[in-house]
């Protein structure tokens, strides 16, 4: 048996694991504080339901990673405070964020929430890491999906240039 077999929670972290784990943690909790912040700020109840899922989905995330990191012995990035809730009407409509551009956000950190899941995966050596991230994944291309059906039926959703004259295959 190697070092590499047996239980996978048993077997040590290697070192791209755990700056990967720890990096995508740091960026979870800032993500998850900006959460909050748009919900502060968005008047549109699917918005708000979406953005809810989302937190939900970091909130479990922090706690599981934080789990892993301090079972092996690593110290846990540092956590924005928690933001209170505030009223939509008291934010100064200079300094309140639009829905367009709390959803084009959102998804922004989707996407890149996508990447970097399929980036920690292919770089596991322990499955138990690989298929949470795996998790991790799939739920955020769930949450894009919902997202992008959103961003359509509001008209938020920002198309580049169509590429309409597609040449004559018959010859």
Known sequence: ???????PKKQP????????MWSYLLVVKGDYA???TFSNHTGDRDL?????EMTQASKKEIEELEEVLKDNGVGVPPAPPEKPYADLEDIPAGAKLSDPEISATASLML????????TIISQC????????FGQ??????QV????????KEKGWLVVPPMHTKVPNQES
């Open 1 to 7: 048996m190697g070092i590499l077999s047996g239980n």
């Open 48 to 52: 708000k339901k979406l953005l809810e």
């Open 111 to 118: 996407g890149e929430g996508l990447v970097t899941c399929s």
């Open 144 to 151: 894009a999906a919902k997202a992008l059906r959103l961003n």
């Open 13 to 20: 972290l290697h070192y791209g694991e755990v700056y990967s």
């Open 125 to 132: 050596t322990r499955e138990d890491l690989a298929m949470l």
């Open 136 to 141: 991790y994944h799939m739920n955020k291309a």
């Open 34 to 36: 900006k959460l909050q």
